[in-house]
């Protein structure tokens, strides 16, 4: 029998407001516990939540850059459950009328575009943290992150391979940067995924029973925990078992998921339309203001970087999967950058360097103005490709401009022929033997002289015209 996945995802995202969801404590990550709450985000009976505006319009931007529908009308619901980390004993979340819903993006894989269906976007409150440490008989609970606003933006079960959640993910997590709406951190846990998966036979329309996987924390993982679950499901099948409806939680140590509980449905929540806050009525012109302040999407500017600039679509792809990346590339082809050369720069020798020090285009001090200028010398004939390499490299560390760098380390690439003959002269003179070989047919010699000349010259020969030279006088 063959066996096909069926995937879906609930994607936790943690809104990039500075304050609270229903009060005006500070979001701020990693302060010292408890010291960002106040009565409303603890709990204390008989204070009111008030909505924050810009959580609102952070999942309104949101469902907009995901073809959702946004709801003119929606409302809070009481998730209720006890959990030490959530004092009010009930989540405020959004349950009937959530605030975008019918909404899909677009995924490649192996070359072909697949749409995800994007069931629902909500909003809802972030509960506290229990920290087990100390080694005692007790835990802690800070709750800094009480009511820090969230949006769970669940996927339709459209999903069939684990490669597929993965690309899903990274397609959702780069929308959500582009809008700044979330910064995407995986490990951080500002951006949470819930993986529900079931395996049906090829070709069978109704739907198996599903286990949500939790815990989930990087790309890789996602990708991880869903093979292993899914074999793990084919095994039970093929040995005459039954999929129970559970929720399982991924071990990364072990690589395998393990039965956490069995699953809650919804009505073990007992939701109810929240009491303490009204409904609310999104007028379609604050909708329609919203829309048209959306950034330029990926997608978008993907094809328009091919369309543009002539780039490859690998290029285009690599250069889009980040707003700062993007900007960087089209602040050096303003600057006078020749598109591809740009593109191979910023792909090769930028990318590596940033790498290295495990930063950001954000954080990279070299200005796309300095790349342009370096290509220019190049084009001119100033500098050598082989120079221009050390010539970045230096630019990066120092953030020296190239005509300044190039003067003080006297790497103007030369061009003077009676000097370069010279060069090639001596080196002749040195390596008879090889002439000889050279004069006898193996061609491939050319090279070895020209590394011979280049080594002599500090790599500033002009490289054109060392090559006329060194054939002639070989001839
Ligand atoms: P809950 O919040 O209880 O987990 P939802 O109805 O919101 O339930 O569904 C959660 C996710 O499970 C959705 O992303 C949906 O696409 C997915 N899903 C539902 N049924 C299946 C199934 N049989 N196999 C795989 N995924 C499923
Ligand atoms: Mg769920
Ligand atoms: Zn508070």
Redesign the pocket.
Known sequence: MKYE??????VHAQMLTETKIFCGCSTKFGSEPNTQTCPICIGMPGVLPVLNKKALEFAIRTGLATNCKISNYSRFARKNYFYPDLPKGYQISQYELPICEHGFLEIVVDGEVKKI?I??IHMEEDAGKNIHEGGGNYSFVDLNRTGVPLM?I??????RSPKEAAEYMKKLRTILRYLGVCDGNMEQGSLRC?????I?PVGQKE????A?VKNINSFKFVEKALEYEIKRQIKVIEEGGKIIQETRLWDSDRGITESMRS????HDYRYFPEPDLVPMTVEQKWIDEIKSSLPELPDVKRERFVAEFGLPEYDADLLTSEKSIANWFEGAVKAGGQAKAVSNWMMGELMKLLNEENKTFEECALKPAQLAEMLSLMDKGTISGKIAKTIFEEMYKTGKDADVIVKEKGLVQVSDEGAIEKAVDEIIAKNPKEVERYKSGDEKLLGFFVGQVMKAMKGKANPQILNEILKKKLS
């Open positions: 996945a069926v995937i879906g995802l609930e269906g069931t629902r769970e669940v996927s339709e079960p459209d999903i819930d993986a529900n998966v079931s049906r739907l198996g029973t599903r949500e699953k809650e449905e919804a």
